[in-house]
């Protein structure tokens, strides 16, 4: 007598019958779960929360930098030498045949 061996493996037959819409619906909540989930994290790293007041000597100092701002705009505009400024100077031209023939 023959023995027949244990089914192991599941065939087409024996699965469990599962509908193509039941399929669909799972594979689609599975996909609005991945997709929530991927919205909660850059929601999390969009959002940052406010910086902490400084308090006491801080504060005063902060308070005065604001304050002396408006002095800024008064400034002494000096002129400064640049030697890049379109007119020729020793050092441009020097600068040019140091670069140019070194190569």
């Not at 089914?7 to 619906?25: N, R």
């Amino acid at each position: 007598s023959s023995a027949t061996p244990a089914k192991v493996f599941l065939t087409p037959a024996s699965a469990p019958c599962i509908s193509e819409a039941a399929m669909a619906a799972r594979l689609n909540l599975l996909s609005v779960a991945l997709l929530a989930a991927c919205v909660v994290c850059l929601l999390n790293t969009a959002f940052v929360s406010a910086p902490a007041q400084p308090r006491g000597a801080a504060a005063t100092i902060a308070a005065l930098a604001a304050a002396g701002a408006p002095l800024a705009a008064f400034a002494n505009d000096e002129l400064l030498e640049y030697n890049m400024a379109g007119e020729f100077t020793t050092f441009m031209t020097g600068g040019y045949f140091a670069v140019t023939l070194g190569y």
